[in-house]
């Protein structure tokens, strides 16, 4: 079970307490919270490993700060784990986005793990997933564009 108040501190730590001050901030963050528990559930089922997203402020305040993004913490639970698996080292592979004005557009990621050549797909057609695309960065390697990391936005002025 995902902690309200534990929510709350990590999407302060990120520069966006300010955010959670605004009217309807305890509807967003609850929206969230049960986000959460269904990327805990899904990337559960999908991988069999249980993950503590909070455990990222210890690993990696960096990776943490991107993973509590609002935006992140918008994204459907199967682009949640997509984000986490970019977040581990996973190497994007191919990244599409299909938008139409109305319903249904579609995001679909593939990555694969360091080294391998097998490909983990990542799909959904919640609108909010587009978001993910503006956090992805890119690298020029031998010439070549790649997409690499997820990176949280600049932390907003106090």
């Known amino acids: 079970m995902i902690d309200l108040n534990a929510l709350k501190a990590a999407v302060g730590r990120t520069g966006h307490a300010r955010e959670l001050t605004l009217p309807g901030a305890d509807v967003?963050?609850?929206?969230?919270?049960?986000?959460?528990?269904?990327f805990v559930?899904?990337?559960?089922?999908?991988f069999g490993e249980t993950v503590n997203p909070f455990e990222w402020w210890k690993a990696n305040p960096a990776k943490a700060r991107a993973f509590f993004d609002p935006d992140t913490l918008s994204l459907s639970a199967a682009m949640k784990a997509a984000v986490w698996r970019i977040l581990l080292g996973y190497d994007i592979r191919?990244?599409?986005?299909?938008?139409?004005?109305?319903?249904?557009?579609?995001?679909?990621?593939?990555l694969s793990a360091p080294a391998s050549s097998e490909i983990e797909p990542f799909e959904s057609d919640a609108p909010e997933d587009a978001k993910l695309l503006?956090?992805?960065?890119?690298?020029?390697?031998n010439g070549q564009f790649q997409l690499q990391g997820y990176h949280a936005f600049a932390t907003p002025a106090a």
């Open 41 to 46: 559930a899904y990337y559960q089922n999908r």
């Open 94 to 110: 191919k990244v599409e986005l299909v938008y139409q004005p109305s319903p249904p557009s579609r995001v679909r990621l593939e």
């Open 134 to 141: 503006r956090h992805l960065g890119s690298i020029r390697v």
């Open 28 to 38: 967003v963050l609850e929206r969230w919270r049960v986000g959460l528990e269904e």
